[in-house]
Each structure stands twice: as structure tokens, then as C-alpha cells.
DNA sequence: TCTGGGGTCCTAGGACCC
DNA sequence: TCTGGGGTCCTAGGACCC
């Protein structure tokens, strides 16, 4: 039986959302009616775009470039900050809508959901007119747009929802995949990304239809199983389900780009700390243990370098991650001037199922007790509110988000 | 010129075991 | 001097997504 998807995508999120708070707080202007961005703050080097106006679009700013390439192309260019707890409401807000059209949903991303709505159609109804429904819902009653993407299965839904914007509707059904998604540049096919694009085109792919007409053993051939998937994308093939349960995270990390490069190796264990206490302060709100912690450097030169290293015993201890994070951290600098730290903790487990190593140390019950107690007091009166001597300076420094 | 931060998945080489 | 094959785990690096 054919599936009914649909990808639901907002319209310039960040942007979008910043726009309609700011026109809560009494603002004159509508940012999205004006070229601007939402990025980071260049002078601690986070200047980045994370995302655009209409009109900025216009003038060829991209996600993701640095806002001072975006200024050069837009001077009257107008650059506001983020506010991830706004953004996380509005996401809250549209996801309780879409639960009413479906119990089979998926948060894909802070701004994008999947639905299978095969057995919630009710009589009379379609999935194109349900698509409509959300969108003008979603309008009305939350003051932003979406595009809705209408197909057979995950990936042309969202293939269907990137096409015109914003405040569209798009089907993308199996006899429309050569008129609709073969004539499209290859980069526009989800996974095929910077690196990937040059070398299609020097096999001579430059459209997904060209693609989709290779073999799939050639693109297997050349590719592996990166091939594989994007000629089975290119073909309109995905099996994959609208995956309503979140899964556990797989893995952990925080990383901040500093504002100054650092070379002394003092003041990077002092963002290592920060990092560390972030990193497993989730960690614990997952009620998980990880096993393998591995910090990463960014050079000036922007050459990234990192290192791990795997317990015997999963842990979720502030203090035991941290030491190790300072081992791995010793093996991995060489000196040279950093401009990123992270750290990231990898197999993560439950501790139901925590298997008792042979040379299981005894728990530190007293160090467990200190993490929870800093981890409360945090929940109660802020991320910032507990902070280890020496390192004021660097929690404010860094954004810290959830 | 300038280049965020959070993730997932894959690959390739090496260690180690039977 | 020469020297298997299969499997798992670990590590470092990288591509891609939002």
C-alpha cells in the first residue's frame, strides 16, 4: 500500500520566529520584509549566517557563509542574534498542531517534521488538502509560514517541501518524479553536498535525472554505499518510516570557538572544564553513561584534529570525564595556536543495562552526589547559577543553549 | 577577505582473537 | 627468509544534515 507523507518545513525558522517575537515586544518592522539575518557575533568569531530573510536571499546570501561576505552583498544588510528559547516554543507550539492530523510523527529538526498520515485521512479528505490545512493553520494561529511537502515516502516529501517558498504546498507523486525532481541541479538532492558535487560532474551527472539513469552498480562502484543511497534518492527510493519514539542520542558533545586563539595550555583545560561540565550535564539528563570521550582542537588554520579514548566502565562523573578529557587533550596539542575545543562523549548506555566490568572500580558515591546536587540547582535556577572556580569568564563566553 | 554548534553515519587502518 | 582468513573493536578523519 502507498504511504502518505508529509514533510513539514518553516520558512526562514530562525528568522521568522525572531521577526514575529520582536513584533510581540512592539517592534515597527517585520525583518522578514527587509534583507536580514539572524547570525552569530563576529567580533567573539561566530559570525556566521543561520539563517535569511527573503529579500536577503535576493541578494545571494546563503546559510552558513560568513555575515561579512554577506554584508559585502547586501550594505543595508540588518543582523539580528538568536534566541533559541523563543525558537524552541514556536517549535513546540506547530508540533502540538501537527499531532492533531497524525500519532505517526517525527521532529526531523527544530524546524522540520514528517508525518504519516496513511490511516488518520478522513473520508472526503485527501492528503493534498490536508497539507493545505496545516499550512493555513499554522499561519493563522501561529503568525509564520511552512512549506508542506506531499509524497510516497520521506525523502520526495522533503525533495517536495524545499521546492518554491515560502507558504507552499507541493506534491511530489511517483509519476511526477521526471518533471518535477529530474530536472533539478544534483546538488539540490538531499545528501549530495559540497564534496560529492564536483566529482558527479566530472563523471558527467549534473541533474538528479542523470543520475537516476546510471546503474546502481556503477554508482556502487565509485561511491560505496554512499552510491548506493544516493541513486535509490535519485530514483525516488526510500523505505525509511516516520519514526515517532526519539531516540537516545547516540552521542554527546559541546565545542565553542574561542573569541581569542589560545596557546596556553591552562586556559584551554579551563574551557575543557566548561565544555565537560555542559557535556555531561546532559549526559546525565539522558539518565545515560558513556564509555569513550574524545575532545577535538580547531587550529587557527582551521585544521581539525581529535582523539579518544574508550573506559572500561561507562560513567556519566563530571570528574572522571573531565581527567580523561585532559588526558586525551595532553596527547592531542602539539602548541599550536587553537581556535576551537570540544569535547564529545561517544557509547552511550543505559545504566539498566550497564555491564559490571571485571575490573569495575567501586563507585564514587560522593562524586555521583556532587553532580547531583550541582546538576539541581542548575535545573532550578540556571545552567549558570553553579560555576567552578576559575572559569566566571568562560561560561559567558560561551552561549549556552537547553 | 571569512569560515557556529549540534548531531549521524561511513571509511580505512591497525590490534587482536580464533 | 615466508606466512591464511574471518571477525570484532578501536581510532582518526571526514561528509553531510539542520
Redesign the pocket.
Given at each position: 500500500m502507498e504511504r502518505k507523507i508529509l514533510h513539514v518545513?518553516v520558512n526562514s525558522?530562525f528568522l521568522s520566529w525572531t521577526a514575529i517575537e520582536m513584533l510581540k515586544n512592539g517592534a515597527e518592522v517585520d525583518i522578514r520584509t527587509i534583507p536580514a539575518i539572524i547570525g552569530?557575533d563576529?567580533e567573539?568569531?561566530?559570525?556566521?549566517?543561520?539563517a535569511k530573510s527573503m529579500p536577503a536571499k535576493k541578494y545571494g546570501i546563503t546559510?552558513?557563509?560568513?555575515?561579512?561576505?554577506a554584508k559585502?552583498k547586501c550594505h543595508s544588510l540588518q543582523i539580528y542574534k538568536?534566541n533559541f528559547k523563543a525558537y524552541r516554543y514556536y517549535s513546540n507550539a506547530m508540533y502540538k498542531i501537527l499531532c492533531e492530523y497524525t500519532n505517526k510523527i517525527e521532529r526531523?529538526?527544530?524546524?522540520?517534521c514528517f508525518l504519516d498520515i496513511t490511516n488518520f485521512i478522513p473520508a472526503g479528505k485527501t492528503d493534498l488538502i490536508i497539507a493545505n490545512e496545516i499550512n493555513k493553520r499554522i499561519k493563522k494561529e501561529l503568525g509564520f509560514t511552512v512549506n508542506v511537502g506531499v509524497a510516497p515516502n520521506k525523502l520526495l516529501a522533503?525533495m517536495a517541501s524545499?521546492f518554491e517558498k515560502p507558504d507552499k504546498v507541493h506534491t511530489l507523486y511517483k509519476e511526477e518524479i521526471p518533471t518535477k525532481m529530474w530536472t533539478l541541479p544534483v546538488?539540490d538532492?538531499?545528501?549530495?553536498?559540497?564534496?560529492?558535487?564536483p566529482?558527479l560532474q566530472k563523471i558527467g551527472i549534473n541533474t538528479i535525472g542523470d543520475l537516476a539513469k546510471r546503474k546502481q552498480e556503477e554508482m556502487i562502484k565509485l561511491?560505496?554505499?554512499?552510491?548506493k543511497?544516493i541513486w535509490e534518492y535519485a530514483n525516488g527510493i526510500d523505505l525509511s518510516e516516520v519514526n515517532s519514539e526519539p531516540?537516545?542520542?547516540?552521542?554527546?558533545?559541546?565545542?565553542?570557538?574561542?573569541p581569542e586563539d589560545l596557546t596556553n595550555i591552562e586556559k584551554i583545560e579551563e574551557v575543557l572544564l566548561a565544555?565537560t561540565e555542559?557535556?555531561t550535564y546532559?549526559l546525565r539528563k539522558h539518565n545515560l553513561l558513556t564509555?569513550?570521550i574524545?575532545v577535538?582542537i580547531?587550529t587557527?588554520?582551521?585544521?581539525?584534529?581529535?582523539?579518544?579514548?574508550?573506559l572500561a566502565t561507562p560513567t556519566n562523573s563530571t570528574k572522571i570525564i573531565y581527567e580523561t578529557a585532559k588526558e586525551?587533550l595532553k596527547?592531542?596539542y602539539k602548541g599550536e595556536p587553537v581556535?576551537?575545543i570540544?569535547v564529545?562523549v561517544?557509547?552511550?548506555t543505559s545504566p539498566e543495562t550497564e555491564q559490571i566490568s571485571l575490573f569495575d572500580t567501586p563507585k564514587n558515591e560522593k562524586q555521583q552526589k556532587l553532580d547531583k546536587a550541582i546538576d539541581g540547582l542548575k535545573e532550578k535556577y540556571g545552567y549558570n547559577s553553579v560555576t567552578r572556580a576559575g572559569k566566571m569568564q568562560i561560561d559567558e563566553m560561551?552561549?549556552?543553549?537547553?
Open positions: 518545513d525558522a552569530g563576529e567573539k568569531r561566530k559570525g556566521v549566517v543561520l546559510t552558513g557563509e560568513p555575515i561579512y561576505f559585502q538568536s526531523f529538526s527544530i524546524d522540520e522533503k524545499d546538488s538532492l538531499f545528501m549530495v553536498g559540497r564534496k560529492s558535487l566529482k561511491f560505496g554505499k554512499f552510491g543511497v531516540e537516545d542520542p547516540k552521542c554527546i558533545g559541546n565545542s565553542a570557538t574561542l565544555l555542559q557535556t546532559r564509555s569513550t574524545s577535538q580547531r587557527k588554520e582551521f585544521k581539525n584534529y581529535s582523539h579518544q579514548r574508550t586525551v596527547e592531542l581556535r576551537l570540544g564529545r561517544d557509547k552511550l560561551m552561549d549556552f543553549k537547553e
